[in-house]
Nanobody, 121 residues
């Protein structure tokens, strides 16, 4: 089971760091992705970190502003969000899959509950 946390209400230009933890295990061998869903919109890919090697990739809309990372013990994955914009407002969820990362939500069998991020203008 995954647990996402760190959401909140911030102003445009502020920063937030989201955390994703795996209950009772580590992320060793797993890729982790962050996805978000705004009201009335489909879920969209935000960022992912590959289990083997730790390479990362991002949606164009967040590239240069968001950074995904993990701790050395592979117990948590983080999403550092800088220069937040009102259009970043959404419920953010983390997901995990064995092997390579993916931008497709259907490739991830394991999901955590979402955390709300609201950015006011």
């Amino acid at each position: 089971q995954l647990q996402a946390s760190g959401g909140g209400l911030v102003q445009a230009g502020d920063s937030l760091r989201l955390s994703c933890a795996a209950s009772g295990r580590t992320f060793s061998g797993y890729s982790v992705g962050w996805f978000r869903q705004a009201p009335g919109k489909e879920r969209e890919f935000v960022a992912a970190i590959v289990g083997s090697g730790g390479s990362t990739f991002y949606a164009d809309s967040v590239k240069g502003r968001f950074t995904i990372s993990r701790d050395n013990a592979m117990t948590s994955v983080y999403l550092q969000m800088n220069s937040l914009k009102p259009e970043d407002t959404a419920v953010y969820s983390c997901a995990a899959r064995s092997g390579w990362g993916s931008k497709a939500s259907y490739d991830y069998p394991y999901w955590g509950q979402g955390t709300q991020v609201t950015v006011s203008s």
